[in-house]
């Protein structure tokens, strides 16, 4: 009976998704204030749900195991989606799909989830795929607009392209090890060429999912084309758990190869915090800048993953979950903008704090916490990440983080400059609010100006890493 | 603390005290009020000084057969280190003293007389706050204890004189005179500076009279390692002391640094009289006076060289007061002339037995100087605020419009020429006989030069007085009671200062010697000033062509003399032209274009060519995309083999 | 009116908020004094310690020496100064001064802490602040200014924080402490890299040479109560850290390698004060005059000779409150003129005496005359300067020296153009004098002046131990390969 | 009868692999592009087969997964269809390089 309830998240999302079927038949959703409502409610007690305690362990002989801190990482991620619903409240009133909004990113969850527990790798092929198809679909999402449709387009084929390469890999992998259960492959994990060719190919696999130069270059058309909502689904939600499953699969199944992958994971960092800064610098496009933006932060979250070790576990994780709020928050904003103008230009936020203090402020905190600036919690995120990133002595690393800190910074003070100096071209009105986006905001405002305040946070993140 | 150390205290603080009240108070006082408070001040001080001076001369300050210092007050103001730390305090020894007299008298005149002479002035109360300001550093100057506190007032002295030389801060050249000033003193300073930080470095100490003491004393380690190392020929000591009195020149204008003077007489008359010609520009003779054991002992060398620049300046200035029209400059240049004499005179100075008159001489003729030519800068005041012009052409014949500024004049003029009985007779005399002791050179440029002196004086005179009178003048004597008394009494300074036995009281050893006074040497230098007062009578007594068919006979020489030697101009294109063209300009165009141009603003170019350069990366095509990936996945594959291999 | 009533509510908080920080620290600096007179020789008083990411050894400890107290006391001063002197701000009042405020506690927090990642924290808390206040209530280029200011600085901050990691490993990843961290014997290779980083990256907060840029253009920019931050504390930051993180904790690299900025300061005194002689407006004047004055700030610290730090904080201090004074002037002139112009001002002692006054007074103060701030701790500096031997520290201090003609020639023509002088132009007639609140300010900022050029002794008094320790851990130093 | 050599059906799958990566880069039309990445998907499964029957024959894992992946696929290429559909009901285009409206 333990053991079903080790499945604790998957069952109520599973619940929640046959729920929707049931609605969908019973057309439950025209009644559209009720339906978000309810929705919006039940995340709501799915995330509180999982704070319960709950026991830990593996099932199905390893293929499915939980430890405290894959809880802890699920737990991140429904707070996610929950603040995503929220968001997005406006935006779901007027489209009529909005239940299979939901039902899609439900199974897309399921998919993160199945994949943040798995032992095994057919496991975590499974949760990869289970978790990829769904936001492919939902990018889709605005069936008659061209842009939309050729988001999904690109994200389907260059995942599908991806996975080919990755399965290859795992293929491989296979043919190395004999036995792909982690703990398998662990034991029986020794440097020769098959193993390495089988572990770049599975490197590369999730390289594209967290959108790492130079496998990046979907993001940002599949995020400027995607509904915001989808948008910020993609950035914050699966590029989140992917890289948290990383750091499982760097650390564990491949810890083997790390002298190997270090030098790897700091080029490649050093070229997404490079690329994605540079990038930024010319967008317009509010989507596209944070697509960009969001390329140049896993950058640097790989000089914490080069770290390799509990540090940068923790200072990763800490990060995320930072990057999620501060995200959220900033799309959010966004989102507000994009629904009274229908602008999703940077120019139009031109003189926000002279027409919308409210917003203004949210997006500043937000953005002050994607450039690392105190005392908002990405300061400490950003910081730790380094911190953590010193400690297999990659100096190189340290210098180019360092100047991508300064590229980084003139990218988001762009737009505060927008927002707090320069005069409106165009006044904006003042953006209507709804109380599910207020509340959304104000909690990863309060969360990004608290965070780093609370050290008990940081300390159980350590704690749990540790285990 | 005996009454005497009190008093000295109250001499210093008491200026301090009128400074800051006028100040403080300069809205609310009447401007008489202010007037009167000052000049109070000023006389309390006055007679403290005697006070203070009679104790010391007849009292406290001889200690068997030899006077020595007496240091009244003394205090540690900044530690630097364990040894090295600025002391303020109040010494008292012969030259401070006589110094005191000297400031506190003139100072106090001025005061009185500028109660008329400045009457109606905006900014009144500031005058005497500047006035009261100058005089507490002046005093803090001489009563120093410390080489550093000397540099303190010296600095202060240099600020006020720059407060009071833009007195009339509305007036452009007036503006230019003071930054003028100002900034060749500094400059001048700079030196002194340098000169300390030797001098302290080499004698571990910044006490005057320790370092004496350390620099003195044959075989102290301190003057062995000094006089260990040498640089052009002279040892480290020597450039030191030559540093120090690169700051003296700077302030008693010798030459070159003497530019700024001629132009200070912007400020206001007494202003140049109190400033200008009796107090500050002798400050630099004071401080080589001050160190005159270390410079006669250790350094005989830059003592030559101090003696040398002096009998030149002294005759540079002579020649070219006798061309100039303005009569203010004509009293400037003499100044610089006079100041001159002093400086030679401690330089053709030694310190064995017999040679030390110079110094006595020196600081003797300072204390006469003072009185006429503070006399000299007042009278001229009296006549500018009767005619309102300091030109020559607007002058003549004015001995009937102003009877008492005529006769005190002339007392004045026949004491500078060295005209017996007169003090500046005595002075002057003790000068050249101690130059004819010791270097012969010097002592005929002195000669030739009293003989100057007697000249342009005394054209100045026939032209100011005699001459052919100026009509359509309200020429009346405007000035009253205060303007008056103070001429007068400063008269008595210049007619009988000379009869005081120097010698007995000032000394570089402190013991007292006899200054030598033999008719039979006076002769020459009395009839030099004979043949230069007639001379001057020859030409400018009644208005004749005489003057200018000797001009044109002089022709290129004459008019290099009038352009002061064009050395301004030499300066002006130094500063102009290479200061601020060939570094200044440079420095600012180097600071925006290269460092800020290209370092800083060339960055960010660099940065958006990078960002243009990847942009077809981003091409929007699946399938360069999935190139891209794998290229990735190639360079992944290098990577790890390198790795592995 | 109700608006009115508001803004003069938040100011009013405003004044109270400085006027209070500058009574405690007054009482701290009691408070310290009689514990050092009860013979306390710890180096840090008034310790405590909370904490905040242990697993990183992050607390926030903080604790005050002599050095730190006079800076916090500058502080106070200056940013009292600031508050008094912004009042007539009327534009977003509350945002103002609320960034102001930010400011000084980012500078306190700086100050009083010893734990390295904290003093980081605040460091980097005070960069945006000013941004901010330059992009919204500045003049001028005021976007480009307040953009390369912050990305300067925010460079410097970088490369400061790697050199702190550096530290923090170097303690094998036990603490950020500087106290332990002092008793650590870093390998002298890993301290070369480390004391580069750090006192290059400090020293752009303190607009050393090359890396001043940001200051002109930020300075001209900025309103004024910013610029007096700026130029009184900010840069004041990053010459302390220059003193107590890099040089302090990294005395051998120190011993090695300070000849390097030895340079660099010598460069920026004289070629700043050149560079200042060009400048025909004010605040430019200033602000390169400030790039010319913190240059001795830098060379008092690399000269590493007890007397010639002790010079390096005075001049810090001194620096602080005169520079700020200056800025005020600058700036009430400018509120009323509306020009900076020198050559186009002109006559100003004569309309406005007060603040013609205040002019002259900072100026002579900056040219080094006895009696103000700016002579005591320049003659300190140059004195310490002169213990080092050797013909290529002799030949920097005597050009450091040499430029306090510079300085002269500078000052007087301002003043000569912009205060003396007749009034040019008619407008300038009907210019009112100081209001009452920026006739307070400039008192405080004189009174300050005045205290530590009339009693040098007292600031050198407290002091003193703090250099000594310092001194010591220089020449105590144990190279270790 | 002795078997073919395993190194063989590698260099099969191997070949196959590239053909499928060569597919998707050469060809236009997005169906085409699909069917690639199914050859790539399949280069796959036949290594998981062979390494399964040669290397490790006690077990069957490679076998199971060679199903999924083939369920997986399936999916992966209805959704890819039902998208390319779309495009070209709306927009009536199968042509890769008309789905390029967002660049840089």
Known sequence: MDNVLLFRFEIIIAALILMLLVMSLRDFNTKVTAFLGTMNVLLLVNFLIGWLPMYTGSYFSGFFRTTDLIVFEKNILNLGILLISLTSYQWLKKSEHRLEFYFLMLSSIMGVFVMLSSGHILMLYLGVEMSTIPIAAMSNFNLDEKRSSEAGLKLILSSAFSTGIMLFGISLLYGAVGNLSFDSVIANLHPDMLTLFAFTFILAGFAFKMSIVPFHLWTADVYEGSPIAVTNFLSVISKGSVVFVFLTILYQLFGGLKDEWLYAISILSILSMTVGNLFALRQQNAKRFLAFSSIAQVGFVLVGVAGASVMGSTSVVYFILIYLLSNIAAFGVIGAMADSTGSESLQSFKGLYKSNPFYALFMVVALFSLAGVPPVAGFFGKLFLLTAGMNSKLYVLLGFAGVNLVLSLYNYLRVVKYMFIDEAVTTVPPLQRNRQLTIALVTCTIGLLIIGFIPAIYQYIDQICRM | ?645 | ?481 | MEQVPLSHILILSSALFFLGIYGFFSRRNMITMLMSIELILNSANINFIAFNKYLFPHQLEGVFFTMFIIVVAAAEVSLSIAIIINLYRRFNTIDIEDTTTMKY
């Open chain 2, 1 to 645: 603390m005996n009454s005497y150390e009190l008093s000295s205290l109250l001499i210093v603080a008491l200026p301090l005290m009128s400074f800051a009240f006028l100040v403080l108070l300069s809205k609310q006082l009447k401007p008489r009020v202010a007037g009167i408070i000052g000049t109070l001040t000023l006389a309390t001080t006055a007679i403290l000084t005697f006070y203070v001076a009679a104790g010391y001369f007849f009292g406290f300050g001889m200690e068997n057969g030899a006077y020595v210092h007496h240091i009244a007050l003394q205090f540690q103001w900044l530690k630097f280190s364990d040894n090295l730390s600025i002391d303020l305090g109040i010494v008292l020894d012969p030259i401070s003293v006589a110094l005191l007299i000297v400031i506190t008298v003139v100072s106090t005149m001025v005061h009185l007389y500028s109660l008329n002479y400045m009457h109606g002035e905006e900014y009144f109360a500031r005058y005497y706050a500047y006035l009261s300001l100058f005089t507490f550093s002046m005093l803090g100057l001489v009563m120093a204890v410390n080489i550093f506190q000397m540099y303190i007032f010296w600095e202060l002295v240099g600020v006020s004189s720059f407060l009071l030389i833009g007195f009339y801060f509305t007036k452009p050249s007036a503006i230019a005179a003071a930054k003028k000033a100002f900034i060749v003193t500094r400059f001048a300073d700079l030196g002194f500076l340098i000169g300390i930080l030797i001098l302290s470095h080499g004698a571990k100490t910044l006490d005057f009279f320790v370092m004496i003491q350390r620099l003195t004393q044959a075989g102290s380690p301190y003057l062995a390692h000094f006089t260990a190392t040498s640089f052009l020929g002279l040892s480290t000591l020597s450039w030191a002391l030559l540093l120090v009195f690169a700051g003296g020149a700077g302030k008693s204008a010798m030459f070159p640094l003497h530019i700024w003077l001629p132009d200070a007489m912007e400020g206001p008359t007494p202003v140049s009289a109190l400033i200008h010609a009796a107090t500050m520009v002798v400050a630099g003779v004071y401080l080589v006076a001050r160190l005159f054991p270390i410079f006669a002992i250790s350094a005989p060398d830059a003592l030559l060289i101090i003696a040398y620049i002096g009998a030149f300046t002294a005759l540079f200035a002579a020649v070219i007061a006798c061309t100039q029209t303005d009569i203010k400059r004509v009293l400037a240049y003499s100044t610089i002339s006079q100041i001159a004499y002093m400086m030679f005179a401690l330089g053709v100075s030694g310190w064995g037995e017999g040679q030390t008159e110079g110094f006595t001489a020196s600081i003797f003729h300072l204390f006469t100087h003072a009185f006429f030519k503070a006399l000299l800068f007042l009278g001229a005041g009296a006549i500018i605020h009767a005619i309102n012009s300091n030109e020559m052409k607007d002058m003549g014949g004015l001995r009937k419009a102003l009877p008492i500024t005529h006769i005190t004049f002339l007392v004045a003029c026949l004491s500078i020429s060295g005209i017996p009985p007169f003090s500046g007779f005595f002075s002057k005399e003790a000068i050249l006989s101690a130059a004819s002791h010791s270097n012969m050179l010097v002592y005929y440029v002195g000669l030739f030069t009293s003989g100057l002196t007697a000249f342009y004086m005394f054209r100045l005179y026939f032209r100011i007085f005699w001459y052919k009178p100026v009509q359509d003048h309200h020429n009346h004597e405007k000035h009253t009671w205060a303007m008056n008394s103070a001429l007068l009494v400063l008269v008595l300074g210049a007619a009988f200062a000379g009869l005081i036995p120097f010698g007995s009281f000032v000394s570089a050893t402190g013991s007292p010697i006899i200054l030598p006074f033999n008719p039979s040497f006076s002769v020459v230098p009395v009839s030099f000033g004979l043949i230069g007062i007639f001379l001057a009578y020859f030409f400018f007594s009644k208005e004749s062509d005489r003057a200018d068919k000797t001009v044109a006979y002089f022709g290129g020489f004459y008019r290099a003399a009038y352009h002061k030697f064009y050395i301004d101009e030499i300066y002006l294109f130094i500063t102009k032209k290479v200061i601020f063209n060939l570094i200044g300009r440079p420095a600012a165009w180097f600071d925006r274009t290269v460092v800020n141009g290209i370092l800083i603003n060339g960055t960010a170019v660099v940065t958006e060519a990078g960002s243009e350069a990847i942009k077809p990366m981003q091409s929007g095509k699946v399938q360069s995309y999935a190139m891209f990936f794998l290229g990735g996945v190639l360079l992944l594959v290098a990577l790890l083999f390198i790795q592995f291999m």
């Open chain 3, 1 to 481: 009116m109700i608006v009115a009533k508001k803004e003069l509510l938040i100011k009013s908080i405003a004044l109270a908020g400085s006027s209070l920080q500058l009574v405690i620290s007054v009482i701290i600096t009691v408070l310290y004094v009689q514990l050092r007179q009860t013979g306390t020789t710890d180096q840090f008083l008034f310790q405590s310690s909370y904490v905040w990411f242990a697993p990183l050894k992050i607390y926030f400890s903080s604790g005050i020496d002599g050095i730190s107290l006079a800076m916090i006391l500058m502080t106070a001063l200056v940013v009292l100064a600031g508050v008094l002197v912004s009042w007539k701000i009327n534009k977003q009042v509350k945002e103002f001064f609320f960034l102001l405020i930010v400011l000084s506690l980012s500078a306190y927090g700086f100050f009083i802490t010893t734990n390295l990642f904290v003093m980081f924290f605040f460091l980097e808390l005070a960069v945006i602040p000013k941004f901010l206040l330059i992009g919204m209530w500045g003049s001028g280029r005021k976007e480009y200014s307040s953009m390369k200011l912050a990305l300067m600085l925010m460079a410097g901050s970088a490369l400061v924080f790697l050199g702190m990691i550096g530290l923090f490993y170097a303690s094998g990843m036990q603490s950020w402490d500087i106290q332990d961290i002092a008793k650590l014997n870093i390998p002298i290779a890993t301290q070369r890299v480390l004391y580069l980083l750090l006192f290059t990256g400090f020293g752009v907060f303190t607009a050393m040479f090359p890396f001043h840029t940001w200051a002109p253009d930020g300075h001209s920019s900025a309103p004024t109560a910013a610029s007096m931050f700026l130029a009184g504390i900010s840069m004041k930051l990053g010459a302390y850290g220059c003193l107590r993180v890099a040089t302090y904790l990294l005395p051998g690299a120190a011993q090695e390698l300070s000849w390097i900025f030895i340079i660099l300061a010598s460069i920026a005194i004289i070629y700043g004060a050149f560079a200042t002689m060009m400048q025909k407006d004010l605040k430019y004047m200033n602000a390169y005059s400030s790039v010319s004055h913190v240059g001795f700030i830098i060379l008092g610290i690399a000269m590493l000779t007890k007397v010639a730090i002790t010079g390096a904080v005075m001049q810090m201090v001194s620096h602080g409150i005169m520079t700020a004074l200056f800025f005020a002037a600058i700036g009430m002139i400018y509120d009323r003129a509306h020009t900076r112009q020198a050559n186009e001002l002109g006559g100003m002692l004569k309309q406005i005496p007060f603040i013609g006054t205040a002019f002259i007074i900072s100026g002579l103060t900056s040219l080094g005359l006895p009696g103000f701030s700016g002579f005591v701790s320049e003659m300190t500096v140059f004195v310490g300067s002169w213990e080092r031997a050797g013909i290529f520290y002799r030949g920097a201090t005597i050009l450091a020296a040499a430029s306090i003609v510079v300085t002269a020639v500078y000052i007087l023509r301002a003043i000569g153009f912009a205060i003396w002088g007749n009034i040019t132009n008619k407008e300038f007639l009907k210019l009112k004098d100081a209001t009452w609140s920026e006739r307070t300010a400039t008192v405080l900022l004189v009174v300050g002046i005045l205290i530590i050029g009339l009693a040098p002794f007292l600031f050198v008094h407290l002091i003193n131990l703090d250099t000594t320790t310092i001194y010591q851990k220089l020449i105590s130093n144990v190279l270790v390969h």
